[in-house]
């Protein structure tokens, strides 16, 4: 399993269990946006298991917030560096 999920208040809390790999970066990605169009959340939180990621894992991270930025949605990530927010342009908890 690559992630779960749960649904409280509108917020979809996604967790990572590990990082990424370029064999499983395209299926976690499309995992996110099957539960983002499912529930259609008020905002996203992913917490990832590393404070600086794989690449592949700041790859899928980007397609999120790429696909959540596109609906208006906010991403926020818990776990990740100051650097890895910053790279992506998120908010902190």
């Given at each position: ?17 590990r990082d990424l790999d370029v ?30 990621p794989t690449p592949a894992t ?36």
């Amino acid at each position: 399993m690559l992630i779960s999920h749960t649904v409280r208040h509108d917020v979809l809390h996604v967790a990572l269990h590990r990082d990424l790999d370029v064999t499983n970066r395209a299926a976690a990605a499309l995992q996110i946006q099957a539960l983002v169009q499912a529930h259609r959340p008020t905002r996203v939180i992913i917490a990832i298991p590393a404070a600086d990621p794989t690449p592949a894992t700041l790859s899928a991270l980007a397609r999120a917030h790429r696909m959540c930025g596109s609906l208006g949605i906010p991403v926020t990530l818990t776990g990740a560096s100051a650097r890895t927010r910053d790279l992506l342009d998120v908010n902190t908890p």
